[in-house]
Nanobody, 126 residues
Framework: QVQLVESGGGLVQAGESLRLSCVAS????????MGWFRQAPGKEREFVAA????????SYADSVKGRFTISRDNAKNTVYLQMNSLKPDDTAVYYC???????????????????WGQGTQVTVSS
């Protein structure tokens, strides 16, 4: 079992920044691939960013490339999502996810992830 707890969401204006954090417990964190997904009202949950166990591999959705950065600190069992130049279209509930099998990769497929956090709301006003 892996428990994931996200934090850092909030209400910001367009152009501002937020940093999301996700703390994992229950498994060796360095043997987890980690990802961030988001879900806006009335839409499907979509991939945002992913990172391999070492941080050596990352992947981003086209919509956030150049604005968002995923990183991890294995000593703190934490994965981060730094979000800059936020837009109203970034408004969504953001979910942290863990993949226990493909940990050497930056996994983009939602179906590959075994565990999910409860989500944190990000709202960007125009």
């Amino acid at each position: 079992q892996v428990q994931l707890v996200e934090s850092g969401g909030g209400l910001v204006q367009a152009g501002e920044s937020l940093r999301l954090s996700c703390v994992a417990s229950g498994r060796t964190f360095s043997r987890l691939a980690m990802g961030w997904f988001r879900q806006a009202p009335g839409k499907e949950r979509e991939f945002v960013a992913a990172i391999s166990w070492s941080g050596g591999a990352t992947s981003y959705a086209d919509s956030v490339k150049g604005r968002f950065t995923i990183s991890r600190d294995n000593a703190k069992n934490t994965v981060y999502l730094q979000m800059n130049s936020l837009k109203p279209d970034d408004t969504a509930v953001y979910y942290c996810a863990a993949d226990t099998r493909d940990w050497i990769l930056a996994v983009t497929s939602r179906g590959k992830y075994d565990y999910w956090g409860q989500g944190t709301q990000v709202t960007v006003s125009s």
